[in-house]
């Protein structure tokens, strides 16, 4: 950990990072960590190599056990660590397919080289995207869009991701690099306060209705924020025109 920065890589460049369930176990630990670490306030997902962020599911481990086929759990439960309250960079240099693109989307920045590649191409292998990545995108680019996408398992650039909306910046260069900076930006800021804006904005778009959505009592992590060191750290430091001191507290 550098400056309160995370970096979470995926390591099996063999198979283009494809994963397994030894390898999302490892995964949700490193996320668990990073959740409980007090000093961390950024974390950054990328995957070894040029080539891939993460290919999906290892399909040639899972053939040596057809039993994960029966299981749509394993693969999810990655995922759903990744809905962690801090925040999540996918720095994605390379292809995210399927379950990659699931990780992918499962962070709340991403940021693509203009070799990233995106698609949810299991209908080409009689699967189904079953890890969130479905259900994700239709709330990010609606659902006619999603399902031109995964019904043809069509495969995108980082530029038409970006057009579409979920991917934040297009890198021509090193994606790490500008990750990294990103990530400063936002550890730069008060801990409790990215937290809260995080719930802010996904909270609201499980609530019925744009009245219960401006209520901020809906959000249990901003009432923590109000009378917290933090903020009052915060507006001191701007009075006296000094950076502020974060204790995250």
Partial sequence: MDNGIVVITLVRPEVL????????????????????????RVAIITGAGNRAFCAGFDLQYAEQHPELYRDPLFASEVVRRANNRKPLIAAVN????????????????ILASTKARFGLPEVKVGLAAMAG?????????????????????EILSALEGKQLGFVNEVIDGDVMDVARQWAATLACNAPLSLIASKQMVYHSLDLPNLQSA?????????????????????RHAFLEHRQPEWVGR
């Fill in 17 to 40: 990072n494809a994963l397994h369930p030894e390898a999302c176990a490892e995964i949700g630990l490193a996320l668990d960590r990073y959740e409980a670490d007090d000093t961390a």
């Fill in 133 to 153: 990545g479905v259900v994700r995108l239709t709330r990010e680019i609606g659902p006619k869009r999603t399902l031109a996408l995964v019904l043809r398992g």
């Fill in 214 to 234: 401006l209520d901020p009592r809906q959000y249990p992590e901003v009432m923590a924020v109000l009378d917290s060191a933090d903020a009052h750290e915060g």
């Fill in 94 to 109: 390379g292809v995210a397919l399927g379950l990659g693109f699931e990780l992918a989307l499962a962070c709340d920045l």
